[in-house]
């Protein structure tokens, strides 16, 4: 597995925005912000009530730190939800993700040993799956979240399909 660093004019022309590329599904954002708020929110309103119980009502403002870094997340958790994309290829698949630190992953076929579904509870309350990538070095290995089980199931089954077609060409 590869990751595309040459240069900013090859990295900005790897990364593309045409339509072959795919995007992760819409309930990924959804359950992100799901969590981020689940988590932030209580122990926000705890202080706000805190600080405005024991130190008086202007100290309760404090409690605006933690939902403006709440304010914050939903944005950042929105932009890096568009950063995520895959595009299959001929004799490779693609991965691309990231907005400051924008990381273009190349998988080729021949290299993938293992392929995994996976999906925790809520990912599917949320109707979604993981797709893992197992290659011959463990430290390469690649996730795309954010599937709907079945294109998960699908790219699957292609992807070791072809990494059994490549590997037996070897």
């Known amino acids: 597995m590869n990751t595309v660093a040459e240069g900013p004019a090859t990295a900005e022309a790897a990364?593309?925005?045409?339509?072959?590329?795919?995007?992760?599904?819409?309930?990924?954002?959804?359950?992100?912000r799901l969590l981020l708020v689940g988590w932030l929110a209580p122990p926000t309103l705890a202080l706000a009530v805190l600080l405005a119980l024991l130190a008086g009502g202007p100290w309760a403002l404090l409690a605006a730190v933690p939902a403006g870094a709440t304010l914050w997340g939903w944005g950042a958790l929105a932009r890096n939800w568009r950063s995520w994309g895959y595009q299959e290829r001929d004799d490779d698949l693609l991965i691309r993700r990231g907005v400051l630190w924008r990381q273009l992953?190349?998988?080729?076929?021949?290299?993938?040993?293992?392929?995994e579904v996976t999906s925790g509870p809520l990912e599917r309350r949320f109707g979604l799956a993981t797709l893992q990538l197992h290659t011959a070095a463990a430290a390469t290995d690649a996730t795309?979240?954010?599937?709907?089980?079945?294109?998960?199931?699908?790219?699957?089954?292609?992807?070791?399909?072809?990494?059994?077609?490549?590997?037996a060409g070897l």
């Open 15 to 32: 990364w593309g925005t045409g339509d072959t590329w795919r995007p992760v599904a819409a309930a990924l954002l959804r359950m992100r």
């Open 105 to 115: 992953t190349v998988v080729p076929y021949g290299r993938m040993q293992l392929v």
């Open 144 to 167: 795309i979240p954010g599937l709907p089980p079945t294109e998960a199931e699908r790219l699957r089954d292609r992807l070791t399909e072809l990494g059994e077609a490549r590997s």
